[in-house]
């Protein structure tokens, strides 16, 4: 069992920020990657996710009803 004080508070504030700043960067670089290809996929299909008019959808009210 850790002994109380056996890490200094110091020590967890640096995790803390590394950790923050890798998952931000992380987030930054592969958040505009994705959001291309998603992009494409939405036109190379013609499908978009708020799109009414694809064959045999089902509407949340019918969705709802089931």
């Known amino acids: 069992?850790?002994?109380l004080n056996s890490i200094?508070?110091?020590d967890i504030l640096q995790v803390v920020v590394l950790s923050f700043q890798i998952n931000a960067t992380y987030s930054i670089v592969l958040a505009w990657p994705a959001n291309?290809?998603?992009g494409y996929i939405?036109?190379?299909t013609g499908?978009?996710?708020f799109d009414?008019?694809?064959p045999n959808s089902v509407t949340l009210k019918e969705h709802a009803q089931t």
């Open 42 to 44: 939405k036109r190379k």
């Open 36 to 38: 291309v290809f998603v």
């Open 52 to 54: 009414t008019t694809i």
């Open 1 to 3: 069992m850790m002994q």
């Open 47 to 49: 499908i978009d996710s």
């Open 8 to 10: 200094r508070l110091q």
